[in-house]
């Protein structure tokens, strides 16, 4: 059965600490990994990798893809306030129906 | 330009009663769409999702079902609502880039 791991659960920082959350996964025929930020609402997108070693980088946010190790690690330096949402990996393996499996999100709180 | 909308975007409803929430997509054809639901404090499940007009396929087995009447109409249903039923729904459609445009979410409490 495909399966997305994240950890922690949740995590209590303060601004300017830097956090690195983790995605392990176990999927048939993997074809990408998606990272999504959540704030109440829908997810917003942030990274989708489908190699290993790239590393994909947008502002203080940034991601990378091991896949013979099966996972993926979503870093935030000089964290601030308003990173504070719940992260969400998720995996699509090749079918056609593009179904995503999503793990159970990390829950990060940013204090000031 | 491609959107989704969905709505309503909180609902309050009593256990037994029956329910509809709608997505639609505009700006696509032959979109791929798909039913998620957020129970608090969890990751999305993936309830239905659908590649075509009246093929739907389901995920989990459960008292909803749903219903794809057009090609950018989405909808999920329940006959009579439990209390279980509760919790964010969102609808989704997959983008060719790679994953999906989120909906932006119906909160349901069946009380």
């Known amino acids: 059965e495909d399966k997305v791991v994240q950890s922690p659960l949740s995590l209590v920082v303060h601004e300017g600490d830097t956090v690195t959350l983790n995605c392990s996964y176990e999927v048939t025929n993997f074809r990408s990994l998606l990272w999504y930020k959540q704030e109440k609402k829908a997810p917003t997108f942030l990274f989708m990798l489908?190699?290993?070693?790239i590393e994909k980088k947008s502002g203080r946010l940034s991601s990378i893809l091991d896949k013979k190790e099966l996972f993926s690690i979503l870093n935030i330096t000089a964290t601030q306030t308003g990173d504070s949402a719940v992260y969400l990996c998720?995996?699509?393996?090749?079918?056609?129906?593009?179904?995503?499996?999503f793990g159970q999100g990390t829950t990060l709180q940013v204090k000031p | 330009s491609q959107t989704i909308h969905q709505w309503p975007a909180t609902l309050v409803q009593p256990v037994g009663s029956p329910l509809s929430l709608e997505c639609t997509v505009e700006g696509t054809s032959n979109p791929n769409l798909y039913w998620y639901r957020q129970a608090a404090g969890r990751g999305l499940q993936l309830l239905f999702y659908s590649v075509g007009i009246g093929q739907i396929s389901s995920e989990v087995p459960q008292n909803l079902s749903a219903s794809r009447p057009q090609d950018r109409q989405f909808i999920l249903s329940s006959k009579k609502l439990l209390l279980s039923d509760s919790g964010f729904y969102l609808c989704?459609?997959?983008?060719?880039?790679?994953?999906?445009?989120f909906g932006s979410g119906t909160r349901l409490t069946v009380v």
């Open positions: 489908t190699s290993s070693g």
């Open positions: 998720a995996v699509e393996g090749s079918s056609n129906t593009g179904k995503l499996i």
């Open positions: 989704a459609w997959s983008v060719r880039s790679g994953g999906y445009t």
